[in-house]
Each structure stands twice: as structure tokens, then as C-alpha cells.
């Protein structure tokens, strides 16, 4: 995660939340991982999807899957040159490169048909109506606040560059790949092409782990594990420490994590179980505890 | 070349240029050729500047460095669909895959005292005076059209990820490197930092193929060869089939290739050839003959 909520989203502000994230990531590599990192891109999609609006009357703008390629050259530019420093500093010579990443989703996804993932800025009924018929795209009412953009969010089925994203490792290089959930591509007459979506990041994730018969998958959050009733006070949140996929679907099921959050993060977690793999969820700074078995959430 | 002068821009006619260059690079994979490739991305970052300035009240604009790692996203993501597309027709199974790319140059290259080259797009003597209290960056004159954006252009010194590239070249991926010749970063304390500057994407090409011990460069444009006296009537005009890295560099310095078009592919010529590479200059419709010696400019 290269911003938080309220982050002024400047570029060295960025950068600076990539150092650190770097200096965990390079803790592993430094034990010994081989690492594949993948990221969202939240804000910097939002970011570009405007300067596309903005810039509309003197540039083309580009459709939703090419902007979503920028900011995975944009935000695997800043990862890479951190991780780079960081393993340098650290007398590990190792390459680490980013690779662009389109994902697999399934044409006939139900997501299809109704889009419910906000994406972009506020607009004002009046002009969401306009962008309506001068781009094709849907805009519905948010919560109050405007009208927003909204696109189908398929499931990730995938890595169309696994095989590359797998010799790269076995060649020793570590790389970054997926970002923002990855490019969303459909199968049509045995060609991809692009389509207007978005895919779950962390969904994506758990699609990567499997595609490179990963060990693990580790997904890093702001919270240090996955708890039961959280934030319905001391006595009643339950931090996990170790959990089944079976277990950790029912309690999904009983509407313990926030959609959109820490649901997705479990639901990848889940997929990932059902394919043989184990998964943390933590946060950076309890990253080297979780791997002792000691603070997170693991999945199994 | 994505984009030719005159061109829309819009992804449709960029998607349809990438799926022409790809069927002639698909042409030497077939042949057993292992194939790096690279891009400009002029027009590109142009489109990304002007939707930086236009957004700059709403979001913050990125430094030039980021907006060519975008524009590396963006490009990337035409030529990897529009080459496994081509590839996948012709029965060939094999991994394309887009690397973010960062090109070292020195900190004390001449360019960096005197910038000069023009980017984005022409502002009026009043704008680009705001934009260069707003921003620090330089503006100048630009043949009477109006006022342009300088950057240093200095010359590349080494590719980042030349480690990266060549490990995946080894396990069989096709690779899509360097594109806009390059995020330009310097070295400093042993770690790597961004600089406002465009690299030659020729030159930086011929320093790629050095880093990776390539065969051969193959430099796409235009016209189906270099000539000597360029547009200055039949009989006197000259196609070069064969020189020496000796004999160009004297035809340069007579003022044969005009600058910022074939200066710097000859150049980037003969800085490879004095690596001990042979390089082709040719357009994508001669590539095939170029490749028998039957067409294009051999400098060896």
C-alpha cells in the first residue's frame, strides 16, 4: 500500500511509504524468500482517471484498462527503485523488476451485469449525466456524496504472464506483478482484450500464488490480523491466529469482515487453501512475528 | 513507432499500429530469433504531460521520471497483447512480457547544464512563465510556434534491469524493455534517484543491446534505409546498404542524418558497433529483405 486514507498522494510521499514497505519486503528476501510483490492502486487509478477527464478536450483519453497499466508502471517504478535501494544497502545483489500483468476474467462473470465498483472522482448528477453519453459509461449515486463512476469487478481466473512471472523467478529475480489486481482482459477468438473493470487485488493475489505454485501468500493491511466482531469492543473482538479455510468461510459468511476490506483479503485467503496453499494477513510491522507463528492471522 | 505525425492518438489507432509492428516482430520469432524490444513513447508522455497540467488542481502532478514509467506501462501493455496475439495465431506458445525499465546517466553529463530538449506541449510566453514559477522547470522558445518544456537529454550510461532482462531472455520470454529510452536515474550514494530528462530511446537501445550481449539492434523506422544526401534530389541522394562504424560517424559529422531523426540511430550504430555489434536500420516493410542483406543499412 503506497498511500493511506488522507495522504496527500504527492510523489514523495509515495516513495516514502514504498521505503518502508521495501525495508519489509527485503527482511524476507534477506531470509532466504523468493519474492513475487503485488499492490493496489486505489489512489493512483483515481489520480489518472481524472487527468484523463481533465485532459479530455486536448488528449484521447484512454479506456479504464490502459490507465490501470500506467499505474502499474507508475507504482512498480517506485517499488522497484525502493526494494532495489534497500537490498543494496543491504550487500544483496539481486535484480527486481516489474512486469506489466494483464488477468484472465471470464466474459460471462455475473459482474457483467451489474457494475457495483465506484471508481474516480464525485460528480455532480448533471455532469456524471453528461460523461454518461459522451463515454458510454455507467455512474450511480454514492452514499450521499455525488455520483461516481461505476464498473463490473470479475473474478481474477488468470495471470495471463505466468509463465514469464515463473521463469523470472526461477532465474532468480524478484518481481513485482498483478499491480491494482492486474489488466483486465477477456478471451475472445483465443485474443485477449482489454475490458472496463476492475479485479480485487487481493483476489488476483491468491489467482498469482496458485498460477506460480506459490508456498504462501502474505497479504499486508493496516491491521495486524483478522478478528471476530472487530471493533465491537474488548471483550467481544477476537483476534485469529490460526484458522481453517472451512472455518474462515463461515464466519465470511456471518458478515464478520467489511466488504471491500478485510472480506476480499479472507475470500482470497480461502481460494488460496483450496489449491493447497497457506496464507497470512498481517501488517508490515508484525510481517517478521507472523512468520514465527507469533502475531497475524494464518490460514491453512 | 505506435504513433506516426498527424496520428489521434486514440488507443484504437495505437492498438492497430502495435498489431502491424507486432506480425513483422512475430516474423523473427518465428524464425528462432530471441527478441528484445523496445519503443519512443513521444507522443505518449506528451498526452500524460498535458493530463498532469490539466489535473494539477485536483491531484498532483508526477515528476517527469514517473510519467515515462507510465507511459512504459501504457505502451507495454499495446505491444505485450498485440505480440502474444500475433504469436498465439502462428501456433508459437511463448511468454511477452512489458519490464519497467530504468536507464542510469551520469549526474555530470553536459546535458544537465544546457537542457534542450523540447517536451509536452507549446504554451503562450505568459503560461509558460506561471508553469515555471509553479514547477522550476525550464521553458524556451520553440521555433516561433511558441513556448515548450527543455529537459536535459543526457546520454545513457546503463540499463537497470539488465540483470532482470537478461535472466528472462534466458528462460525464453520476449521481452519489452527500455520503452521512451528509459526512466532516467543517476546514482548517488549507491542508490538510484530520479532526474527530469528523456533519453534518446536509439541510444538507449544500443546500450541495451550492449548490456545483454545482443547479436544484433534492429532500428525500425520510417524509411527503408539510411541515406547520404537525404532528400536532396535523385542523383544525388544515396542509400547506404553496408558502412563501417568508421564511415558513418564521418557521414555524421558531414551533417548526412538530421538530428533527432537519423542522427541518433546512426549513432546509436556506431556506439554499438564499437561494442563489437552489427546493427540494421530499416522500416518494419524491409525488415525480412534487410535481414538477407537485400535492403535496409547494415553498419558493422
Known sequence: MLLRKGESGTFDA?????RRTAKRIAGLIERGYRVIITHGN??????????????????P??????CVAESQGEIGYMLQRALRAELIKRGINRPVATIV??????????????????IGPFYSKQEAGKLSRQTGSLFKEDAGRGYRRVVPSPRPKEIVEKDAISRMIKGGVIVIASGGGGIPVVKRRNMFWGVEAVIDKDLAAAVLAEDVKADMLIILTDIKAVFLNYRKGRGCEMELRKTTPEDAARYLKEGHFAPGSMGPKVQAAIDFALKGGKTIITSPKYLEDAMKGDAGTLIE
Do not use: C, H, W, Y
Request: no cysteine.
Open 42 to 59: 486505489g489512489p493512483q487509478v483515481g489520480s489518472i482517471l481524472i487527468q484523463q477527464e481533465k485532459g479530455r478536450d486536448e488528449v
Open 14 to 18: 509515495q516513495l516514502e511509504n514504498a
Open 61 to 66: 483519453a484512454m479506456p479504464l484498462d490502459v
Open 101 to 118: 500483468t494483464q488477468v484472465r476474467v471470464d466474459e460471462t462473470d455475473e459482474a457483467f451485469k451489474n457494475p457495483t465498483k465506484p
